[in-house]
């Protein structure tokens, strides 16, 4: 591993933050790094536990991850303030990861995931996240959100179910089949964690509200002898140690299987990482390192499953936080995961004391906050395709799982978005536009030629793509006699695709059956370079395709007359 990561270091693609800042740092940046690292080691706690137990796993993983991962994001990652650990977004994936392979088969797929996010960085997909449509991601992220809320609903009003159907409706439908059987003190511990984590911002806001929920209804439970039920209770005591490393066992079956699980976690931790970033750059009026960032997070991915943790991405909660009480370089990450590893160590025995009501009450509150409601009001209100795409992502993400609702939101996405391409793109006859300028306001009007009424003038706008196939051929088949010449004036045209250079190779074979000459007017480099690769440019012939439509006329006017003459 060490000889791996040395190579990366010779990558031009891999930079990481701490190394480029640590010679510059000053005893005052390194206390406010030191204070913001404790400060948010201190947030990550609850959150780590509560993300560990939604996720189908040992609330000491949850830790663990924080811990390992936390520590490898800020040492290699691309950014000066980024917190890695687990997050809300992972929870549902890798609950149904535990559920179909067990926990040895999210260990391998978690670090399949993060085999393919050095190489994402290794490739330089640093923009990735300018490929994925904002629709898609917010749908899923509401998804995710009302998921995880749901949940929580048996812990948050005590109800002792053997079995919590899978399925959406029917987990809802269980629910209101038993609220007969409401635990009262379960329900009031979370209504008392629920109303302290809401209201103690107004009174302070440097300490979170979620430790002084924990730390309220732990002693109320220990002093009241409450009959409520703790982590202690479901999953005995918590070890006050880091395990020693241990490769799983990797079967080819198991890794095949594994294999779209694996590239779902390394999206999504790609992705959340990257939204972290911006959003942190943002903040503190920086620039970070994305493809630095996504190999940081594959190291993370690789090495925080070998001491039995999940999956590592940014986590844009805990990194506010951060840049909030001061933290400006990786070292404040690095203090975030010591912290964490010492409360571990320290308070490991009385972690188990924390009651799975207060836990449920947190992570309905982190529930509420990434549902991004505001703004998924607000994008009901966009253009009517990118509604269709937030809603089909959003229920997809609910009624089946993630990786369904990103396959087939991004696909949605592309289509609508090809489709309107497709409206934007338009081919049209402009012969008499440019035989009778009007008022001048042309910029054609600037010059004057007369065009034998034997030249037909089309333009094309936008991209020639096979969206676009349809209208060019309607508009070609509209002329009922053949011109003697044909311009097509490309100048609208940025970009060819394979579909636009067949119907241009048909044009070419229906001007020769019919005697027509065919001219090409302000063609742009990526068609020119297209024509030529597909072998149009020879047959077309360099002497047909001009730069402007003054040239190309002319050259239209003498082939015309000479056609004439014969």
């Known amino acids: 591993m060490g000889t791996y990561v040395c190579e990366l270091f010779r990558l031009s693609s891999f930079k990481p ?68 650990g687990p997050t809300g977004a992972f929870i549902v994936i890798v609950y149904g990861i535990v559920q179909n392979y067990g926990v040895q088969g999210l260990i391998v797929a978690t670090m399949m995931a993060g085999v393919i996010l050095i190489l994402m960085g290794i490739a330089q997909f640093g923009s990735i996240i300018k490929f994925i449509p904002y629709p898609v991601v917010v749908g899923f992220t509401s998804g995710i959100a009302v998921i995880i809320f749901s949940s929580q609903i048996p812990d948050f009003f005590g109800f002792q179910m053997q079995a919590v159907p899978a399925d959406f409706i029917g987990k809802w439908s269980a629910y ?51 009959d409520v039920e703790t982590i202690g209770s479901r999953f005995g005591d918590i070890p006050s140690h880091i395990p020693a490393p241990a490769l799983p066992r990797f079967e080819l079956s198991t890794i095949q299987n594994l294999i779209l699980p694996a590239t779902t976690i390394a999206l999504l931790a790609a ?166 300028p009007v008022n001048g306001d042309s910029a054609d009007s600037l010059f004057k030629l007369t065009i034998p009424d034997d030249i037909e003038v089309y333009e094309i706008n936008g991209p020639f793509f096979f969206g676009a196939a349809s209208a060019f051929k309607e508009t070609i088949r509209r002329l009922e006699k053949p011109p003697k010449v044909r311009i097509l004036r490309m100048r609208n045209v940025p970009a060819i695709d394979a579909t636009g250079l067949n119907l241009l190779k048909e044009s070419v074979e229906d001007c020769r059956k019919n005697n027509t000459y065919l001219i090409l007017s302000g063609v742009h480099k990526q068609p020119l370079a297209a024509l030529s690769q597909f072998g149009l440019l020879a047959i077309i012939g360099e002497e047909n395709v001009f730069s402007n439509i003054e040239s190309a006329l002319r050259r239209a006017t003498l082939l015309a007359n000479a056609a004439s003459a014969e």
């Open 17 to 84: 933050k701490f190394f480029t800042l640590f010679k510059h740092l000053t005893q005052r940046q390194l206390l406010d790094d030191f204070i913001a690292g404790v400060l948010v080691g201190i947030v990550a706690l609850p959150l780590a536990i509560a993300f560990g137990i939604a996720s189908g796993v040992t609330p000491e993983q949850g830790l663990i991850t924080a811990i390992i991962g936390g520590f490898l994001v800020s040492f290699f990652g691309g950014s000066r303030v980024q917190i890695g």
């Open 176 to 226: 209101a089949e038993s609220l007969h059987i409401t635990s009262l003190p379960t329900l009031l511990i979370s209504v008392l964690a629920i109303s302290i984590i809401l209201l103690w911002p107004r009174f302070n806001r440097k300490i979170p509200g979620s430790i002084i929920a924990i730390l309220a209804t732990t002693l109320l439970i220990h002093f009241s002898q409450l």
């Open 271 to 436: 992705i959340e990482a990257l939204l972290s970033a911006v959003v942190a750059d943002g903040m503190i009026g920086g620039r970070h390192r994305s493809n630095t960032e996504l190999i940081a997070q594959g190291i993370a991915n690789i090495c925080s499953p070998l001491f039995g943790g999940i999956p590592v991405t940014g986590a844009i909660a805990r990194t506010a936080t951060n840049i909030k009480n001061g933290g400006r370089t990786p070292i404040a990450g690095l203090v975030h995961a010591v912290t964490l590893l010492l409360m571990m160590l320290i308070l490991g025995s009385w972690i188990k004391h924390i009651p799975m009501a207060t836990l449920a009450a947190i992570l309905m509150v982190v529930a509420y906050n990434m549902s991004e409601h505001r703004i998924f009001r607000q994008m009901l209100k966009s253009p009517r395709s990118d509604v269709i795409v937030l809603l089909t992502t959003f229920a997809l993400t609910i009624i089946f799982d993630l990786t369904i609702a990103i396959e087939v939101g991004m696909i949605l996405a592309v289509i609508l978005f090809m489709r309107r391409m497709a409206i934007v793109t338009n081919v049209e006859v402009i012969t008499r536009e440019l035989r009778d």
